[in-house]
């Protein structure tokens, strides 16, 4: 082949099919917090459907179960762990600190 006719060729994909988040006897709802949490990012943010490879109606339904766990307090907001552990180490760090006179 031609070098010209050879960039035109796309590579072969392997043809794997993955299989999907969530199965047939998963229920979506606020109270399955194993099936939620896999679906939100370590900040606390809901993760697209793209990421999650999830249907529209599945990704609507995560969504809505999300948030109402969010409203009933089964799930923070944002996970604000690592702010609280730096906001703590600066504290302890800059009470050490004296001044040389």
Do not use: C, H, W
């Not at 703590?88 to 600190?97: D, I, K, P």
Request: avoid cysteine; aromatic fraction near 4%.
């Amino acid at each position: 082949m031609d070098k010209s006719k050879r960039l035109f060729l796309k590579p072969k994909r392997s043809l794997r099919r993955r299989l999907p988040p969530i199965g047939s006897g998963d229920r979506i709802d606020y109270r399955n917090m194993s099936l939620i949490s896999r679906f939100i990012s370590e900040q606390g943010k809901i993760l697209s459907r793209r990421v999650n490879r999830l249907t529209l109606k599945q990704q609507r339904l995560i969504t809505i179960a999300i948030k109402q766990a969010r409203i009933l307090s089964s799930l923070p907001f944002l996970n604000n762990e690592r702010q609280f552990e730096k906001n703590e180490l600066v504290a302890r760090t800059t009470g050490l600190r004296t001044r040389k006179k």
